[in-house]
């Protein structure tokens, strides 16, 4: 489980930046979703 982040509410410090945070698998291809949870991820990290 992670937060509205992508950071694990279990370990401090892990941003999980995949596909596997999304609830379902999509019917179409998720790479621009991923993308973008790996943006605001990282914007997250420089924040923090």
Same mark, same amino acid.
């Given at each position: 489980?992670? $937060?509205? &982040?992508?950071? $694990?509410?279990?370990? $401090?410090? =892990?941003?999980?930046? &995949? /596909?596997?945070? =999304? @609830?379902?698998? /999509? %019917?179409?291809? @998720?790479? =621009?979703?991923? %993308?973008? =949870? %790996?943006?605001? /991820?990282?914007? %997250?990290?420089?924040?923090?």
């Amino acid at each position: 489980v992670v $937060s509205t &982040d992508c950071r $694990s509410h279990e370990i $401090s410090n =892990l941003y999980v930046t &995949d /596909a596997s945070v =999304l @609830p379902t698998s /999509a %019917a179409v291809n @998720p790479a =621009l979703t991923v %993308a973008a =949870l %790996a943006i605001k /991820a990282g914007a %997250a990290i420089k924040q923090r």
